[in-house]
Nanobody, 123 residues
Framework: QVRLEESGGDSVQAGGSLRLSCAVS????????LGWFRQVPGKDREGVAT???????TYPNSVKGRFTISKDKSKKLFYLQLNGLKPEDTAMYYC?????????????????WGQGTQVTISS
């Protein structure tokens, strides 16, 4: 069973930066697609970045140029660098992994999830 654990969430001012980390443990997921999603109460979980096993990345327009996903396979960690943060980026951020992902920004494509880490941006 693949387990994921996020860290790095915090409260920062608009314009600031954060780096979120996700530790992968348990079962083998070397060819999984890895992703970061966010959710605010009352809304669907939104994909903000994914990275495939070959390193290809996908971002929605809302974060493109501000967020960067990366991974360190040797350490079984992957990251989300968040720059130029805005109040609308406030959300619970989740990391996820999926073995058979077609739509890279769709939450239902990912079967393994962390518990989430809160990011709060003040204006």
């Amino acid at each position: 069973q693949v387990r994921l654990e996020e860290s790095g969430g915090d409260s920062v001012q608009a314009g600031g930066s954060l780096r979120l980390s996700c530790a992968v443990s348990g079962g083998t997921c070397t060819r999984c697609s890895l992703g970061w999603f966010r959710q605010v109460p009352g809304k669907d979980r939104e994909g903000v970045a994914t990275i495939d096993s070959d390193g290809a990345t996908t971002y929605p327009n809302s974060v493109k140029g501000r967020f960067t996903i990366s991974k360190d396979k040797s350490k079984k960690l992957f990251y989300l660098q968040l720059n130029g943060l805005k109040p609308e980026d406030t959300a619970m951020y989740y990391c996820a992994a999926g073995r058979y992902v077609a739509d890279r920004l769709r939450a239902s494509e990912f079967e393994y999830w962390g518990q989430g880490t809160q990011v709060t941006i003040s204006s």
